[in-house]
Each structure stands twice: as C-alpha cells, then as structure tokens.
C-alpha cells in the first residue's frame, strides 16, 4: 500500500537515508518487497524540522517519487535532526497532492499504511467526530488525514497515545456499526520534532510490516568509515516500513499490536490497546 520512515538522530541530508541505501525508501517506492504492492507511485512527500521555524516545513508532490528530480535536489540541500518520508500507493482515493502525506497541524505531522476498510461508507460518520475547530484544515480526502484529526480531536497534542487509542477505538465502533468486520489496519507514526510515536496495528491482526533499528553504535562497528553512519550519530533512530540494509540484527521487528515511542534517546514498546473515547462522540 504505503511506505514510511521517520529518522532522529544529528542533523544530516535528508539524501543520507531517501536515496542513498541500497533498499532506500525510493527504491521502495519502485521495489517494495514487503509492501502489499511492489511500486508505490501515486505521490510522496516529506517533512522535517528546522532550527528557524516552529512548525516543520513539507514538500509533497503528486508524481512518483523516483522520477522526481526536485526531490533529489532537496534531499541533497536540506539538513535535518528529525523528519518523515512517504511513498504512497492509492487505495481509493485520488492522486492528488493534497491526498500526499504527511499530513500537518501545527507542528504535528502524521504518516499512514493502511487502510479503513469500506472508508466511503464510513465516511460521514467519522468526519462528523472531528472537533469543529479542526474540521477546516482538512484538505484531502484520504481515510488517512480523517485519522490524524480524529487523533488530534481525542487530544494527540496532550496524550499521543491515549489520542492514538481512541482514534483506533472509534473506527473499529464506526465499522462494526455498518457491519464491517475488520474496519481498521494501520501501521502509523506522528512526531512533534520532539518525539516519534509509531503504531503498528490492525482490527484482524495482520498489520502491514514495521521495523526500528536497533543500534547505531553497532552499525559504526560495521561501517567505521561510512560518512553517513558516523554524521547520525550514536544515538540516531529510525523506524520504518522496511529495511534499509541487507544487515542481521540492525532492525528489530515491530510486534502486532505495538506502540513505540522514541524521545530524548529513550525507547519505550508498549501493548497498543484501542479504546472508546473519553467523552462520546
């Protein structure tokens, strides 16, 4: 369907983890080998955060992202100590740069693979639960940005986690209402600049697949002399749909069912529980 990944580490080229790794997320975005589809071409984008602004800059684009000369040029120039990357493949929505993630709001930013099944028959509803206050920012039309302003309905600015539970919870009442079996599969992340949190879950408990590194400092001790490597840093992170290197026991897999949040060098993994919101929508 989708692939993503957020980095935080030091400042390095956005071109250091796009495009130069062997499997990097642009040969993902043709190649994908445990995508639900193989090529990912209808959109990408990228996001980030600079030392000159509150709020993270973005640049989408509704083309693939392998043809996208810009985007290479951009890679190459931007710096950045935190950022999240997006190939998309369309599940029912259209191609359109304002469907591309991420998705922003204020200096939140959100990336999906996914899906919420029969999303037009459910549709309604859900965009009905989003505060009122919100509801104008919404620019697309995907099940995806519905689901990042549900989160920030249930309070993701406060509480990522428990906002991310109740967006969960809410959809899966949603889908039962009209009869939908398993109405939600999602591996997620949203980031502030100061954090990532990522979820991998999904109602029938076959997500799509996610993955965290494991050590830096070990992947110095296999690469001493790779410039990219030595720039993240000791204490850099990713997470991400795939694999970026073809190397044993640098990616850890993401169980079903899992939150994982990532903040001032410190990793938690904890049980992902939806439940209903706080107060009824």
């Avoid at 989708?2 to 642009?26: D, M, N, T």
């Avoid at 899992?258 to 439940?275: A, D, H, N, W, Y």
């Amino acid at each position: 369907m989708c692939r993503w990944l957020a980095y935080s580490g030091r400042s390095v080229p956005l071109e250091a983890v796009l495009f130069q790794p062997e499997h990097s997320l642009i040969d993902q975005s043709l190649n994908a080998r445990l995508g639900h589809t193989t090529t990912n071409g209808d959109g990408f984008g990228v996001g980030w955060y600079g030392r000159h602004s509150e709020l993270p800059f973005r640049y989408r684009c509704l083309h693939p992202a392998w043809s996208d000369t810009n985007l290479r040029e951009t890679a190459r120039a931007v710096r950045a100590p935190m950022f999240v990357a997006h190939v998309r493949a369309a599940t029912g929505t259209p191609t359109q740069e304002t469907n591309c993630h991420p998705f922003r709001f204020g200096r939140w930013l959100f990336v999906h693979n996914g899906l919420i099944r029969d999303f037009p028959l459910l549709r309604r509803d859900l965009m009905m639960a989003v505060a009122p206050h919100l509801f104008r920012w919404i620019e697309g039309s995907t099940d995806s940005e519905i689901m990042f302003f549900l989160a920030l309905t249930f309070g993701l600015e406060r509480d990522p986690r428990s906002a991310l539970e109740q967006m969960a919870g809410f959809i899966e009442k949603v889908g039962h209402r009209y009869d939908v079996q398993f109405p939600l599969n999602m591996t997620v992340c949203v980031t502030d600049g100061q954090q990532i949190v990522a979820v991998r879950y999904s109602s029938e408990t076959a997500s799509r697949s996610l993955f965290h590194s494991t050590s830096f400092r070990q992947l110095r001790a296999l690469y001493p002399e790779d410039p990219r490597i030595i720039a993240a840093g000791d204490d850099a992170f990713l997470v991400l749909s795939e694999p970026l290197i073809d190397v044993q026991d640098v990616w850890e897999e993401i169980p079903e069912a899992t939150i994982l949040m990532s903040k001032g060098g410190e990793l938690q993994q904890e049980k992902f529980v939806p439940r209903m919101p706080k107060a009824e929508v």
